[in-house]
């Protein structure tokens, strides 16, 4: 199975270049299954319900998100409608919609995607390792799913390392996102699920984050806020990451970084054109 992640879509230019590339790459590639994370879709903050519909439109399966998930406050409302749009697992019980459930990929295969936030310098949530633990257990690969894609979404790199060491064997992918940059760091361990520490962004990298440098720099040098972040406008890259999956196992067998557009480097997966 053929499965691709794109990493935070920031602002207007992120997500306008996620959806004109998201058809084609599904098309071209066969994907059989995308996850999206949109928490900084609309403005930088959030995303709203026709953002997370235009996203899906264009190809995502998911949708998944983080600490700026609330963000847009009619987003307490309409997740409770919107089954494929995540926040984090470890919320406490009752808080609105779901951080985890099973879908149907292109091919017919069942998924599970797990949205989990951490706890190292982000809001402390409840336990994400036992959270995610609890998730797993009731949705075992190879068993009621044939893939699981877990979004870590922390500040944290040990953190994100941690889990996926945790989660080694028990799902297919294990990605970092919320730090806006693409690691280097793709790789199958030794238990055969695919990690990379973060996809990066969908967004404009001359920029603080995604952001307007201008703003970020003058709160470094200041200590005060002077004005409101707002997204960056130039050229964006469009950053993730690609594995296929063994059709047996769930596990992985291949993985790499995806990049297009923008001031980064190219990249595109070996194994989309035949390659290893």
Known sequence: MRILFLGDLVGRVGRTAAIEELPGLVEDNQLDFVIVNGENAAAGFGITEAILQDVLDAG???????????DQRDTLVYIERQDRLLRPVN???GTPGRGAHLYT??????VMVANVMGRVFMDSLDDP?????????????GDVADAIIVDVHAEATSEKQAMAHFLDGRVSLVVGTHTHVPTADHQILENGTAYMSDAG????YDSVLGMEKEEPVNRFQRKIPGSRFTP?????TVCGVAIETDDRTGLAERIAPLRIGGRLEPVVPPFWNGGS
């Not at 995502?60 to 609330?70: E, F, I, L, Q, R």
């Not at 962004?201 to 404009?204: D, H, L, N, P």
């Not at 960056?232 to 964006?236: H, V, W, Y």
């Open 60 to 70: 995502a399966d998911v949708v998944t998100t983080g600490n700026h998930v609330w």
């Open 91 to 93: 919320y406490p019980a």
């Open 105 to 110: 990929a292109r091919n017919g295969a069942r």
């Open 129 to 141: 390792f036992a959270a995610i633990d609890r998730a797993v257990n009731d949705c075992p690969l």
């Open 201 to 204: 962004m969908c967004g404009a």
């Open 232 to 236: 960056a406008s130039g050229d964006p």
